[in-house]
């Protein structure tokens, strides 16, 4: 046990090595995921999709950073990159917002669907339109040099989507409590019907846009894990980021500053974990477990105020 | 045509019965008024403790592990949603995380790293004598495990305690509005945590027989969204019993497409027939969207 528990904490925090290139690396996709659930949750919506979108941001930057080829120079490649990413995990959104506003689905649903169907079209995608040339490997091809997103401090892993991340949140934070988009965003989460009847807010436009940053978050996460981390796509190129998100958000209160605080923590113990897995035979998917119980933790001791708008968007939100 | 489309209807009924499983269980939750979106924590709770079970003790003491799993996962989401008043919702995706979780670290600490190669008792179909002969319907209805048998059975009894009986009604009552069932004098809670608890067992038994009568191994998220699946079955099946086991065969025949289309030699790639289930789940989400017939608690789910 002791052994174990060592070995978590050397992957974390044991050198700099394990701070600057594993806790702070894997922390990275988990501060632009972690916040793309927070702000959903904020506006109501149970948007656990993150995984697929963060998926189709990843397909996405990799086929946009092989078709450009390696004669782009970075200063373009990059955003492009982040943009296309965005957008595709904004699509994915856009779909169970749209099933959700049309025809009343319920999003927690369509997106678990469509994180299997992100899953199945990564499968295909490595195995045939974005496979690697001699066809052998399930995976892409390394994308070329100029689509590698540069790293921060030299001999360390850490990469630009971690300040990325931050600078979200820092958005993030100032428009939700400092703007009326902010408080439109969490009156909608609140209490539609009041949001409505007495805000004069337009309800459904609220909700599908917040639905649509939501995704762009995470499919920017996934541009970001490609362009900074793997720099190749494979099926296993997420470890459930997209579900420890909902953790990450749920311990922070789904405020954006404690996003910041609550991804390092999750993003060392993804990263101890590995450590865990190695120096003490301790399976890492035991990180799936704290995750849990780290949801189960706050909703029991905050009985359900932390989501109040999410509870309520079953009887008012859908009509 | 026989040699393909028997092979497929065959394992239409084999992939629709630990589907049927879930979504009956789930039926009798949610017409007591709540959502359980955890029925994925469940089922994958209930194939890792079908495994051990009945590595132990045989298929039999197999169903009983899977069962008491989903019972004990239940147990933890009715805790949280009845006695802490927590949201249901949410409590659900914990569950379904925990599950997967759980499961995978219990399975890796008793296996091994790498998940030993498992010998895992099984069941065989077995071909009811007189029926199964019958053309066409013999080997396909009646040449199943006796997991399926036992749903034959089950369907209409369930059919009929929810309709008939003063607990089924007291139920219904609960789904419809929970303060004019209290005023009536039900006890809400504890129907709620019976409901809750038969939907765990059976969602345990869903997992069992994935594990022990179709796939005959266990492997981590074996579970492969079934929980969401069997939530789609019963808005499609209506939240009636029937209904819901004859939308179970619709999405059983989902699954089992990718062995037809497979035999006969497809070009589309496999991983269209894999994303099939999802992409029909939210097809009949959509196309449903006529919700009427849910029970109306399930549209608050605050409580």
């Not at chain 1, 996405?60 to 200063?75: K, N, R």
Request: aromatic share 8%; hydrophobic share 55%.
């Amino acid at each position: 046990m002791t052994e174990a528990l060592l070995a978590l904490w050397d992957g974390a925090f044991g050198s700099s090595y394990a701070i600057w290139s594993a806790t702070l690396v894997r922390s990275a996709p988990l501060l632009l995921l972690g916040l793309g659930v927070a702000l959903a949750f904020r506006a109501g919506v149970l948007n656990i999709g993150a995984e697929g979108q963060f998926l189709m941001g990843a397909i996405s930057a990799t086929a946009i950073a092989q078709s450009m080829g390696g004669t782009v120079p970075s200063i373009v490649m990059i955003p492009v990159m982040a943009l296309v990413g965005a957008l595709a995990g904004a699509s994915w959104a856009g779909i169970a917002a749209w099933l959700r506003q049309r025809f009343g689905v319920l999003e927690v649903i369509s997106t678990i669907m469509l994180n299997f169907i992100a899953l199945a079209s990564i499968s295909w995608m490595v195995r045939g339109p974005l496979q690697e040339p001699t066809r052998i490997y399930p995976q892409s091809a390394e994308i070329p040099g100029p689509a590698q997103w540069p790293f921060l401090i030299p001999g360390q892993r850490l990469h630009l989507g971690f300040v990325i991340g931050l600078l979200a949140c820092g958005i993030a934070w100032v428009v939700l409590t400092r703007t009326a988009i902010g408080f439109r965003i969490r009156a909608v989460g609140a209490s539609p019907s009041a949001a409505t009847s007495a805000g004069g807010i337009a309800v459904a436009g609220t909700v599908l846009r917040v639905f649509l940053v939501s995704g762009a978050c995470a499919g920017l996460a996934g541009a970001a894990e490609v362009g900074g981390v793997t720099w190749a796509l494979y099926e296993g190129i997420s470890p459930g980021y997209g579900y420890t998100a909902i953790a990450v958000a749920l311990l922070a209160r789904l405020h954006p500053g404690w996003i910041i605080v609550s991804a390092i923590f999750f993003g060392a113990l993804e990263a101890g974990a590995s450590a865990m897995q190695r120096d003490a035979g301790i399976p890492s998917v035991v990180v799936q477990v704290i995750v849990a119980l780290v949801i189960l933790g706050v909703l029991a001791g905050s009985q359900r105020r932390v989501i109040a708008g999410a509870a309520t968007l079953g009887a008012e939100g859908r009509r | 045509m026989d040699a393909l489309l028997i092979p497929f209807l065959d394992a239409t009924i084999r992939t629709a019965t630990p589907l049927a499983y879930a979504a009956l269980g789930e039926v009798v939750t949610e017409r007591s008024g709540v959502i359980n979106i955890g029925l994925e924590g469940i089922i994958i709770a209930g194939c890792l403790g079908g495994l051990i079970a009945a590595g132990a003790g045989g298929p039999t003491v197999g169903f009983l592990g899977g069962a008491l799993a989903g019972l004990l996962m239940a147990a933890l989401f009715a805790l949280f949603v009845l006695r802490l008043k927590a949201d249901a919702i949410i409590t659900g995706t914990a569950l379904t995380l925990l599950g997967l979780g759980l499961t995978g670290t219990v399975y890796r600490g008793v296996f091994g790293l790498e998940g030993a190669a498992l010998g895992t008792p099984s069941i065989a179909p077995i071909a009811l004598p007189g029926l199964s002969s019958l053309p066409l319907v013999g080997p396909v209805f009646f040449t199943q495990t006796v997991m399926t048998y036992l749903l034959y059975l089950l369907v209409p009894l369930l059919a009929w305690w929810l309709a008939r009986t003063h607990t089924g009604l007291a139920l219904r009552a609960i789904g419809e509005s929970r303060t004019a069932a209290h005023a009536a004098g039900i006890a809400v809670d504890r129907i709620r945590w019976g409901a809750i608890l038969f939907g765990g067992v059976m969602g345990g038994l869903c997992g069992a027989t994935l594990v022990l009568g179709q796939v005959g191994t266990f492997t981590e998220g074996m579970s492969a969204g079934r929980g969401f699946i069997a939530i789609a079955i019963v808005v499609l099946g209506r939240w009636r019993v029937v209904g819901t086991a004859l939308a179970a065969l619709l999405f059983g025949g989902a699954f089992a497409l990718q062995y037809l289309l497979q035999a006969v030699g497809w070009a589309l790639p496999y991983q269209l027939f894999l994303a099939l289930p999802y992409l029909l789940t939210l097809v009949m989400l959509a196309a449903l969207r006529g919700r009427a017939e849910a029970p109306a608690e399930l549209a608050s789910h605050e409580g």
